[in-house]
């Protein structure tokens, strides 16, 4: 029988949801799964009831891993999360798992997540054992206290001017296991079971100058033969006329052990940090591989085709037909852009292991520049552009001047059937955000059914026979803002209007 796994799946795709559980299931869970796509309805699951585990999509519409990990730190930081997403973006994984993320995992690799899953439930287990051991020391400390101020733990009494013992309590007759004959009369020196003469009288001698003497891991031997650690603790007063000296004596063998075990967890957990940690880096660095191979290998054989086409061309030119030539050059057209893909992925890829310039960034100036250029590009059509005044934001310049040209360009093209068209370019505030920033315009819109493909590499809502592209700004977009700690999103009305929102994290 599987075991039962409660799951809070934050994912705007119910087939991906439905692709998680199956994985699960046929991994020996029997999920249990709650899909949630939004702030409120992932804060309303957390405080309903408890999970077993929180799988997160990397970046959805209405929300993103990073806001759902906040989330999740706020109202529940002892449920494991995992990014699940179909994106590869190494950079932001490590940042996830620095502030919390357990494990990332991509959609492609759903066979893992069954492993990380279980492996983050024995974690969990370790922790509570972990919190049981220091809740019983703390517990332990407190007993001890309670104890010692009402004298019932090992007691001897001592005269303070000789170091005759003159009395002793049940207690340290248990532990110890000699009769109470054993103590009475003797010097404190003189017990078998303080193994050192020299040090017991030194130590009597302290407490007579002092008034006080304490040793948390004293040795002592019972009448067995077994060493016990105790925490001697020794004060004088005055009972009528006479000086004594009471000795407390507690047995903290056990105290000892747990301590050593809590260190010992402690370190099989940072060394999991730093393994997977290592991990992370060391997939950083196959990205890097993989980006280079993508470069030299893959856009050679292309290289290798626009040649070969030129010298049929050029061979068999008097001898082509008008629909061969119109295939050799679809072969072009098609290698051609085959190569500008190449130049997108690698791209976007590169957004991951670029490394932040945060400085002061006039975003309004920058809008006023990318503007500018696009009517010289074409200054024929009648575009109004209205740009908000000295928006201001902290960020990495370059990146963000490619997320205006991105969405400022999307507007220009999307506007292109338009006799007067608009783009505008501000801020707002909005509940529960910090400064959002938006690009509007009244081009031709969309379905926001289909909003979740906006943000993905090589998604497009319209045919590029109407709005030429090849479907990597909108991605690009969501990569530099993830970079910044931010979110994206978009609102839209087919024929009507589509504003492009976003929101700047802070280091």
């Known amino acids: 029988m599987n075991q039962p796994l409660r799951i809070l799946i934050v994912d705007d795709s119910d087939d991906d949801a439905t692709l998680i559980s199956r994985a699960l299931r046929q991994n020996g869970y029997d999920a ?16 309903s009831q408890e999970w077993d585990v929180i799988v997160s999509d990397h970046a959805m519409p209405r929300f993103s891993a990073p806001a759902s990990l906040l989330l999740a ?4 930081p002892h449920i494991p999360f995992i990014i699940v997403s179909g994106e590869i973006d190494q950079k932001l994984a490590v940042s996830l798992m620095r502030n919390g993320a357990k494990d990332y995992i991509s959609k492609l690799e759903l066979s893992r997540l069954a492993p990380a899953i279980e492996r983050e439930l024995r974690e969990v287990l370790m922790k509570k054992e972990i919190e049981k051991i220091e809740g019983a020391l703390k517990r332990s400390e407190v007993r001890y206290r309670r104890l010692f101020e009402t004298a019932e733990d090992g007691i001897l009494i001592l005269d303070a001017i000789t170091g005759q013992i003159l009395d002793v309590n049940p207690f340290l007759i248990k532990i110890l296991g000699y009769p109470k004959e054993y103590f009475l009369g003797k010097m404190l020196w003189d017990l078998g079971f303080f193994n050192d003469e020299k040090q017991s009288k030194s130590t009597f001698e302290e407490l007579q100058d002092k008034g006080y003497v304490r040793y948390k891991n004293l040795p002592l031997q019972t009448s067995a033969g077994k060493l016990i650690s105790v925490e001697f603790v ?14 407390n004596i507690r047995d903290i063998s056990e105290h000892i052990l747990d301590e050593k075990e809590i260190v010992k967890l402690n370190a099989e957990l940072e060394q999991r940090v730093k393994d997977r940690t290592s991990q992370l880096e060391a997939l950083n660095k196959e990205l890097e591989t993989f980006s280079y191979s993508v470069s030299h290998d893959l856009r050679a054989p292309l290289r290798r085709i626009l040649a070969y086409t030129e010298n049929l061309d050029d061979d068999l030119s008097s001898m082509q037909s008008t629909a061969s030539k119109e295939i050799v050059e679809k072969i072009r057209n098609n290698a051609r852009r085959m190569d500008k893909l190449i130049s997108a992925l690698l791209n976007i890829s590169h957004l991951s292991l670029q490394t932040l310039a945060r400085t002061s960034v006039d975003l309004s100036a ?3 520049i990318i503007a500018n250029e696009l009517k010289q590009s074409q200054p024929d059509r009648n575009v109004d552009f209205t740009i908000g005044e000295k928006i201001i934001v902290d960020g990495d310049a ?14 220009w093209k999307y506007t292109s ?7 505008e370019f501000g801020s707002v505030q909005k509940e529960f955000e910090a400064d959002v920033y938006f690009v509007r315009d009244n081009g031709a819109g969309f379905d926001m059914a289909y909003a979740d493909k906006l943000f993905g590499a090589f998604q497009r809502l319209h045919h590029e026979k109407e709005f030429p592209g090849i479907g990597i700004g909108l991605a690009t977009v969501q990569r530099i803002i993830a970079r910044h700690n931010g979110r994206v999103w978009a609102e839209s009305v087919p024929g009507g209007h589509t504003a492009f929102y976003f929101t700047l994290g802070k280091e």
């Open 32 to 47: 249990i799964p709650k899909v949630v796509d939004s702030a409120k309805e992932m804060k309303n699951a957390l405080e």
């Open 398 to 411: 370059l990146l963000l001047r490619s997320v205006m040209e991105n969405l400022f360009g999307n507007a």
């Open 417 to 423: 059937r338009n006799d007067t068209a608009t783009i």
């Open 73 to 76: 730190k706020q109202l529940r």
């Open 366 to 368: 920058i809008a006023w």
């Open 234 to 247: 020794s004060n004088t007063y005055m009972v009528n006329d006479l000086k004594v000296a009471q000795c």
